[in-house]
């Protein structure tokens, strides 16, 4: 059992309690490498932002998951070496099963999602009441969620969205012990957010509201918050990629959200994009680059100025360190 306060590690509660009472969303940066995650730590450092790094079942098998609680503790021992001593939460984001959680707990993770929110309502309960139960034990805390996101959230996907459904957070909160809980209000996963040409995407506030008016206070989370920043991909499109129609969330309605009981932000399509418009840049003004420093550099670069940004002035997470 390696405890993620060994590592030095902090679970959500207290970073809750600041955003929610404070006006602002903490951000929850996805990673899947090391460049992502030095990004991250260099940006949230200098912003003086706490920060959930946080890491999808996907991601768990892509990079080893002992290798990800090493690199989690070395972003605790970078950030301090800046002199920056950040809290910094690592987090399973969209765990599928209470074995995935159970093992993730046991390995350095100091919170958890369980998202049984493709499940019946009763079987939602049953399985978010059984991890928090674990969870808590060790002190993680727990996201569970209500009502579905369209697109595709590791194995699962939605064609539609089912928004979440105010009258029954009150009751699965209470049930389940949840200490944090997403809900769907119109966003979903990936860069195709919105149809072009159907005028500004709108969130569903009212929803948003409703669940704010039955549980006060109670910390909110909303996924499939990237904004799909639009010179990105034209970069991309510029430089032999092709994304088409791809839009996301205005960041004026991130503002809004962050400002309400939403007390953390999930991005990652972001800086997939800003990543991936950099390699491609520097690889087509330099096609005799093969070596992954050359191309990788710039892409971090580019994650660091995208993070410091959206910490700023979208979030508001900046200097709340
Ligand atoms: O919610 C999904 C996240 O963007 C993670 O995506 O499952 O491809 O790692 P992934
Ligand atoms: P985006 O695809 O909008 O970045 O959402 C990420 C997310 O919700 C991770 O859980
Ligand atoms: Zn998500």
Known sequence: MVNYKDLGLVNTREMFRAAVSGGYAIPAYNFNNMEQLQAIVIACAQTRSPVIVQVSKGAREYANETLLRYLALGAVKMSEDMGERI?????LDHGD???LCVSCIENGFSSVMIDGSHLPYEK???LTTRVVEYAHRYDVTVEGELGVLAGIEDEVSSEVTHYTKPEEVEDFVKKTGVDSLAISIGT????YKFK???GVPELRFDILEEVERRIPGFPIVLHGASSVVQEYVETINRYGGKIEDAL???EEQLRRAAASAVCKINIDSDGRLAMTARIREALAKDPSNFDPRKYLA???TELIKMIKQKNTSVLGSSGKA
Do not use: D, F, Q
Not at 87 to 91: D, E, G, T
Not at 188 to 191: P, R
């Open 248 to 250: 996301g969330v205005p």
């Open 196 to 198: 072009p040409g159907a």
């Open 188 to 191: 979903s996963h990936g860069a």
């Open 97 to 99: 099963s209470y074995e």
């Open 124 to 126: 939602n309960v049953e």
């Open 298 to 300: 710039p892409a971090r």
């Open 87 to 91: 809290p910094i939460a690592l987090h």
